[in-house]
Structures are given as C-alpha cells and as structure tokens.
C-alpha cells in the first residue's frame, strides 16, 4: 500500500544507510502512529496516542552485526547512531573472530497485502469514545462494570539496504478487549481483533463477556486429565507458543526446539493442519521481515506430520544444507532469540459451534481463555497456566455450571495430538499489550475439543 507518508519514510531509510557508508549495511525506519483508550469499572482512565519514527542502523563485519536506533532524523544524529552501529559490529569481530551471520539479504519483489484501512489509520478519538460507551451500556444493563482496553494503530516500514533492497509497507491493527466484572469479583471475556477498526462491535463483544460471568457460585475442580473444549482465545494462546517453542528455526538447530528431530514425523492428530500463512483471510499481514525478505505461505504440520519451521537469514545459515531464510526475521540482522511464524492460521473442521464440540463429553472443561501461561520445559513443549474469565462444566454433553478457574501443566503437542474435532468457523487471536515498538500479529484458529488437558491445582 503506498500511503502518503511511504515517500518520507523511504527517503529517511535512504539518507541513514548513507551514513553506514560502504560494506554490509541497513537502515530501517519504522513509523507508528497509535491510539490507546483503556478503561475500568465502566469509566476511562488513560488515553494514550502514539507519534514515532524510529530508524534502526546495521551493520556487518566479518558475519557480525552491530545496531544502533534513533528518534534524531537529522544528519548529526543518523551519523552518530551509524558509528554507533559501526563501532559496534567492529567490536564484536575483534572480540570473537569470525561472526556466523551470513550478510544481507538480496532484493526481492514482495507482494502486496490488503491490510491497511485508511479509515483505521486516521485514529479518530471519536470511534474509541463510541466503542467505550457500547460495551459501557452492554455491561450496565447486566449489573456489571467494564474493564479493559480499545486501540487502533497505523505503522509504515521502511527498508534501505547496501544490496540493493528498497521495501515499503504499511499496515492497520484494531483492538477492542472487554473483561466484565460483577460485584463479587467474578469476570467474563469478550475480545475482537482486525485490520479494521470498523469490524470491532463493541456491543456484541460486551454482550459475550458478560454472558461468560458466573450467575452462580463456581464448582472446585479437582486435579486429573479432563476432556476440554478450547474457544479460540485459548487455542490462539497455545499456538503462539508453540511458535516460539517449535518452529523457533534457531532452537531448531540448536537442538532445543519441541520439534527438533521430528519433522517428517506425527506430531498433533490428522485433523491439525497448521500455516504460516500472511495473507489469510483476517490475519495481520506483512509484506516483508526485517531483513526485506518476502512473506510466503509456509505449511508448518499437515494432516499432523510436522513439515517445517520458519528461519531468519542467521538461523537458516546455521541450518546449512542451502535452507533459506522463510521471511521471518523480528529484526534487523535477526532477533538473538530467534524466528517465529506470526501469521499461523490453523484450519477448521465440520463442528458447527463449540456446543456441538461439548456434546460427546460426559464429564469435562470448557475453556474461554488462558491466562499467566509460560514454558516448563522447552523440547516438549511443556506450559503451565491457568483458566481465567469464563471456564465452565461440560456434563452430559452440556456446558454447564461455572467452575472455579484451575491450574493446568501440559504439553501443547500433547493437547494437538488428542484434538478430536474443530469448529469450521475461525477467529483471530490477538494481543494488543505493546511493549516496545508496535508489532500486530496472531493467530486464526478454531475453537477445538481435544480427549484431554491435565488439570494440576
């Protein structure tokens, strides 16, 4: 998408990579702009909006890299942060000798993605305050108050590189997450994502968090491995780290990955088939990584055969055997904690709702969301968390009465190779806590059954 600011940020890359000078070197300016409006007990609190550009320099020496950012567009401050960058990578190399980061990448077209809203990208304060007031009304009318947030952001990027690669994209994200509380404490979720803000009905996102909040005392739950439906939100959870887990190409090759020796191998039940794929329908698309590689499809586990995992330029040099970098780098030169896929899309099956999924259980969990999850044990893909905002009984094939949110531990391939069925519909699965600069992704899924998930508090 070629926006009215694609030419300013393009001719910033170009200025900063010509103050890296000759040898290996890429300047990448990222540009947001974003609004935050969060909320509790039914009233704003804080109103934040967002107007950066930020240009990130590289360089390489002798398969090193060194990297330097700045807010300073002027010449004096690009010249500073590039012998910052410089100094750096010189550094490294006299320090450690030959470096194993195999250069830069080469041009390469990439195809464009339908990804920004122009009306999205406009940030009217007004679509926000309208929003807050919808779920505000929704939650009223059910003796409830509202917690949570709404955002929308805008961010360009922009890629200036001494191999010739000049990349431009732009792209829009909406948020809108709503926790619905009664006055005991009790909570229920409702959350929608989007390139578009207009997609986000603030009303029908409040009316599915409060229709998740116990109307009765909550039953205790005890440890044991229970059949469970997952809703999106909890499967999305799952996914993303499996993504870092699995399909982490530097774990991969270190030999700390949960697929690592697998590929080739079953791994989840037939029914899961499971992409990287950045141009589906309601992902957050791309058009290029942070080394200006093009984004593709990439089949990741088909009919439950593990097939692959996604690299940037560095780990796909360590891989060897002429792998090639997959697009999928989170920063300039590579991220030192590796590639991940953030565009999986998971595809659905026959069920028609999650009803339909609760109706062969006899005695079970229904699952909304997950929450404090984080990794036991990296080869299995071994996490723990808990279930928050809506987990219920499934007796008799029905969902039931609310239960008491409970402690899980088990292995995400684990939950995949018991999936018994999946709804035909999916959602994306998203987060909009920004740490750092903006950067929307994740994941299109199903709500799925699998025959069981380890309950351990």
């Known amino acids: 998408?070629?926006?009215?600011?694609?030419?300013?940020?393009?001719?910033?890359?170009?200025?900063?990579?010509?103050?890296?000078?000759?040898?290996?070197?890429?300047?990448?300016v990222v540009l947001e702009r974003s609004l935050f409006s969060r909320f509790a007990r039914s009233r704003p609190t804080q109103a934040t909006a967002v107007d950066d550009t930020t240009v990130m320099l590289l360089r390489i020496h002798d398969g090193h890299p060194g990297a330097a950012s700045t807010n300073d567009h002027s010449d004096d401050g690009l010249r500073l942060a590039a012998r910052r960058a410089d100094a750096a990578a010189r550094a490294a190399a006299v320090a450690g000798g030959p470096g194993d980061h195999p250069g830069l990448a080469d041009p390469e077209p990439a195809r464009a993605h339908d990804g920004f809203d122009l009306a999205t990208a406009a940030l009217d304060p007004a679509v926000a305050g309208a929003a807050l007031r919808a779920a505000f009304d929704v939650c009223a009318e059910q003796g409830l108050e509202a917690f949570g947030l709404w955002t929308a952001g805008h961010v360009e990027t922009a890629i200036a590189a001494s191999t010739g690669v000049r990349a431009h994209d732009a792209a829009t994200d909406a948020y809108l997450k709503v926790i619905a509380r009664d006055g005991t404490g009790r909570t229920g979720w409702g959350v929608a994502a989007s390139t578009a803000a207009r997609d986000l009905d603030a009303g029908a996102i409040?009316?599915?968090?409060?229709?998740?909040?116990?109307?009765?005392?909550?039953?205790e739950i005890p440890p044991g491995d229970y059949p469970v439906v997952l809703e999106p939100d909890a499967v999305g959870e799952l996914l993303q780290f499996l993504g870092w887990l699995g399909f982490n190409g530097l774990a991969h090759v270190e030999g700390r990955g949960a697929l690592t020796g697998r590929l080739g191998t079953l791994v989840a039940a037939p029914s899961i088939n499971l992409s990287d794929s950045p141009?589906?329908?309601?992902?957050?698309?791309?058009?290029?990584?942070?080394?200006?590689?093009?984004?593709a499809p990439l089949p990741l586990i088909q009919d439950g055969v593990a097939h692959a995992v996604v690299h940037d330029r560095r780990s796909a040099a360590r891989a060897g055997g002429g792998t090639r970098s997959t697009g999928h780098a989170l920063?300039?030169?590579?991220?030192?904690?590796?590639?991940?896929?953030?565009?999986?899309?998971?595809?659905?099956?026959g069920a028609a709702d999650e009803?339909?999924?609760?109706?062969?259980?006899e005695h079970g969990l229904y699952v909304t969301r997950l929450w404090y999850v984080?990794?036991?044990?990296?080869?299995?893909?071994?996490?723990?968390g808990t279930t928050r905002d809506g987990t219920f009984l499934i007796e008799d094939g029905?969902?039931?009465?609310?239960?008491?949110?409970?402690?899980?531990?088990?292995?995400?391939?684990?939950?995949?190779?018991?999936?018994?069925?999946?709804?035909?519909?999916?959602r994306l699965v998203s987060e909009a806590d920004f740490y750092g600069r903006r950067f929307a992704f994740g994941v299109v899924c199903p709500a799925l059954r699998a025959a069981g998930l380890r309950v351990t508090a």
């Open 1 to 28: 998408m070629i926006t009215a600011g694609a030419e300013r940020v393009l001719d910033l890359a170009e200025r900063a990579l010509g103050h890296l000078g000759g040898g290996d070197a890429q300047a990448t």
């Open 206 to 219: 409040a009316h599915r968090a409060a229709a998740k909040v116990p109307r009765t005392e909550p039953v």
């Open 279 to 295: 141009r589906f329908a309601r992902t957050l698309p791309r058009a290029f990584d942070f080394e200006g590689v093009p984004k």
């Open 331 to 349: 920063a300039p030169g590579g991220s030192p904690h590796g590639p991940v896929p953030t565009n999986l899309v998971l595809i659905g099956g």
């Open 355 to 361: 009803r339909e999924l609760a109706a062969p259980i």
């Open 374 to 384: 984080n990794p036991v044990h990296e080869r299995s893909a071994l996490l723990t």
């Open 398 to 426: 029905e969902i039931t009465r609310p239960a008491q949110d409970v402690r899980f531990t088990d292995s995400i391939l684990r939950v995949l190779e018991g999936t018994q069925a999946l709804t035909a519909q999916q």
